[in-house]
């Protein structure tokens, strides 16, 4: 299937939010006292990123099939799932993300937390720092960077300290690959085999944690926003 390439700028924004939120989350998370780095990274991953995509795709956020192409050996398959199914449950009904037809931080992120606390993937004594303000500094540091291509933002996180060279090293590579993507099934195979070299690598926890949930929610990012 050919990739619709005028998705490309609506995914970018979404793996910038998504990779933005794991290094803020992993970094939140172990400077909270009972919460670890890699639940804040999964959260952070998971709820930063799908709001900068549906505000990029404003009129053309519409509901899609969630095309399942899985990858068992991930661990962390679960965050790009998690990732769209909450991104499109959400719109389903453009008054759990819109007010007076703008984009709505507080609306997208109430429906997110509820989303996550009632499918279980979080519960509510998870989000300590993961509040509304910061949703919100997350959302407009994004903005205030969207000109950047993903491999620019990458680039860019590395160069301030956000990510290590580790996750670096993994990611950009990566993305180089995404960017230059036609077709989605050649991506999707592709992503799952460094997956798999990534799950089989020497990467300490939290950074295989970080380059495996980016990974996945690219794989299903790819799939979703790249069909009809």
Known sequence: MDLRINWKKILGADL??????GALGAAAGAAIGGVSAGFGAGLGALLYGAGASIEAAGSLA??????????????????????YNCLNSAIQNSNNYLNNGVFSTSLYYNFCKNYTIVNNVYNLNEFPYFTLANFELNFNYLKNNENKTIL???????????????????????FQCYSYSTNIEDFVTYSISAENLVVNSNLSSIDKQLVLEMMST??????????E
């Not at 910038?16 to 939120?21: L, N, R, S, T």
């Not at 690219?218 to 069909?227: N, V």
């Open 218 to 227: 690219a794989r299903y990012g790819i799939q979703y926003w790249g069909i």
């Open 152 to 174: 620019e933002f990458v680039l860019f996180l590395h160069d301030n300290g956000k990510i290590s060279d580790s996750v670096f090293n993994y990611l950009y590579p990566y």
């Open 62 to 83: 519409n509901p899609k099939p969630i095309v399942i192409m899985p990858n068992s050996n991930n661990p962390f398959d679960h965050i790009g799932y998690d990732h």
């Open 16 to 21: 910038k939010g998504a990779v933005q939120g």
